[in-house]
């Protein structure tokens, strides 16, 4: 059955879009089908995902307002199985055109409905704030992965995220639980880093993924080449980690070796697919 995973926090920059990117993108290596979709008006993992955001024209706007079919707006990428909804400038006045809209909490949910049998997991991810496309992506999510970034005051907000979690839960989704809690960009070099490690495990105990995401550089490079970093540079200690954590999400440690393994087979070809082939493979 497939699985949509909201990527949420409503503050900024803590990696949300670096995870959402990087976990859709390993998933699709292992030959599973995944669509990523970009909730936030920055258009950070359209982007990300080499697709210029002023080119779209049809984007997670439209889906929104139910002006177009969602299959429409969906985009091949140069990851075979990687398939993306992109966002645009759009996007930034969906949240007041619909204010008095009926159901509008439910415009996502209702637009995935039409496609979910498509994909074994879909990946969305937010803006950072609390409003209405966040609350979009909580009630079309069945889980959601908080990444946590390790910086003083990581668990300021937690506690507001936390309680929406359990108003969505309580009025809009009772299916929506909490996926997991990555600790993103540490460094291992300050004590900071291990006291937040810490304090987050004591907040949200078995949530917390094992995986923690280094701060590391090729992962700030990679989005302004438009790759996601298996396809930038995949033997950064980013990449592994990004691999690594794929293992856990899907429950198989063998996973990062078998991505390995697959990379080393394929080569460029992986690297080197064209869009247009993969356009073919998902028609
Ligand atoms: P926003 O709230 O604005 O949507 P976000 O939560 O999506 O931000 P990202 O865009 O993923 O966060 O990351 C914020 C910045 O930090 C980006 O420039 C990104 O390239 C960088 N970054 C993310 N993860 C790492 C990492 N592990 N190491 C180094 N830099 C990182
Ligand atoms: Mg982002």
Request: glycine letters at 6%.
């Amino acid at each position: 059955m497939s699985k949509t995973i909201a990527v949420c926090n409503q503050k900024g920059g803590t990696g949300k879009t670096t995870s959402a990117v990087n976990i859709s993108a390993y998933i699709a290596l292992t030959g599973r089908k995944v669509l990523l979709i970009d909730l936030d008006p920055q258009a950070n993992a359209t982007s990300g995902l080499g697709v210029d955001r002023h080119s779209v024209e049809k984007s997670t706007y439209h889906i929104l307002l139910e002006e177009t079919e969602p299959l429409e707006i969906i985009k091949p990428t140069a990851i075979p199985n990687l398939f993306l909804a992109p966002a645009n400038l759009d996007l930034t006045g969906a949240e007041v055109e619909l204010v008095g809209a009926l159901g509008r909490e439910y415009r996502l949910k209702r637009a995935l409905a039409k496609i979910q049998e498509n994909f074994y997991y879909i990946f969305i991810d937010s803006p950072p704030s609390l409003s209405l496309l966040t609350i979009n992506a909580l009630c079309a999510a069945t889980s959601i992965i908080i990444p946590v970034q390790c910086e003083y005051y990581a668990l300021e907000g937690l506690s507001q995220l936390t309680n929406t979690i359990k108003l969505v839960q309580d009025n809009l989704n009772p299916n929506l639980s909490i996926e997991g809690v990555l600790l993103t960009m540490a460094d291992f070099r300050t004590n900071l880093t291990k006291e937040v490690i810490e304090e987050v495990r004591n907040f949200f105990k078995e949530k917390v993924y094992q995986t923690i995401i280094p701060r590391n550089i090729r992962l700030t490079e990679a989005p302004s080449h438009g790759k996601p970093i298996v396809l930038y540079d995949s033997d950064s200690l980013g990449a592994q980690k990004y691999a690594e954590l794929v293992g856990e999400i899907l429950g198989d440690p063998e996973i990062k070796n078998q991505i390995g393994q697959l990379l080393k087979n394929q080569g460029q070809e992986v690297k080197d697919k064209s869009n247009e082939e993969n356009y073919h493979n998902y028609k």
